[in-house]
């Protein structure tokens, strides 16, 4: 996919949680791409402003921010710090995840608490942060899924269902606050070349599964031949976040090379 318009996010301020590496900083990448501003939400803060400096290196249209996304009050001090750099928010990209790779049968109540607090609860509480952030104004909300959450792999029980959630409290979130203006949609990546599938091949050659290295390359999708990369999946989020997309609403759309025909 080519960039989108260069104006189409122009002079729009977006945060993306989870924006230090992987998917969360090729989105960053393609807001920026698209005229926008962007907000780095991150539990690593200094991570998060190494890639601003990367990707913004006069740091004019970039701010790094420590944020948890599973904590209220965090998610609206980070809220606070970006409205006084940039004004008032129109876009957020709910990003942040985890994984903790084992078979259904190992996995503990507390690993399960933990994937489903990051990723589903943390997709509520960050919609809910940017919902306050629109200030009944409108504005753009995209949920970073999976593939897994419709299909489901092995050995990722916990992450298989957190995603799952998001798919359908996208649905619920669109229905919901569309008399806000506020439109919310879902991307389902599959194999794309970030840290997170790097530590998926690595949890799966301890198991015995493999050499890490070749279990990675072979991780692509079968019609592309070759592994995703972010900033395709940060192109599509930002087409959903502009106004080209205003009629595509509470949907979780692939963008995994083919491998989900659903």
């Keep these: 996919m080519n960039a ?3 104006a189409a996010l122009a002079d729009r301020a977006i945060a993306v949680t989870g924006a230090a590496r992987g998917i969360g900083a090729g989105i960053v990448e393609a807001v920026l791409e698209a005229g926008g501003r962007a907000v780095l939400l991150d539990l690593d803060a200094d991570a998060a402003a190494e890639t601003a400096r990367r ?3 006069d740091g004019s249209r970039t701010l ?6 599973t904590d209220d009050a965090s998610l609206d001090r980070a809220v606070a710090a970006a409205r006084e750099r940039f004004g008032r928010l129109q876009g957020w990209v709910n990003n942040a995840g985890i994984i903790r790779m084992a078979q259904a049968q190992d996995i503990t109540a507390d690993a399960w608490d933990l994937e489903l607090a990051v990723n589903s609860r943390g997709v509520l509480l960050g919609s809910q942060a940017a919902y306050r952030a629109f200030a009944g104004k409108g504005g753009a909300i995209v949920n970073v899924a999976s593939n897994a959450g419709k299909v489901g792999f092995p050995s990722m029980a916990a992450y298989n269902a957190s995603k799952a959630a998001v798919i359908n409290l996208t649905r619920s979130l669109a229905q919901e606050w569309a008399g806000e203006a506020i439109n919310v949609n879902a991307v389902c990546p599959g194999s794309v070349a970030t840290p997170m599938l790097h530590e998926v091949a690595d949890a799966l050659a301890k198991s015995g599964a493999g050499d890490a290295a070749a279990l990675f390359a072979g991780m692509v999708p079968a019609q592309l031949g070759r592994h995703v990369e972010p900033l395709e999946i940060g192109r599509i989020v930002a087409f959903l976040l502009s106004d080209a997309a205003i009629v595509i ?4 759309i692939n ?3 083919g491998d989900t025909p659903y």
């Design 55 to 57: 990707l913004d290196s």
């Design 64 to 69: 790094a921010v420590a944020a948890d996304v």
């Design 255 to 257: 963008a995994d090379g």
């Design 4 to 6: 989108i318009s260069n």
């Design 249 to 252: 609403r509470g949907q979780a």
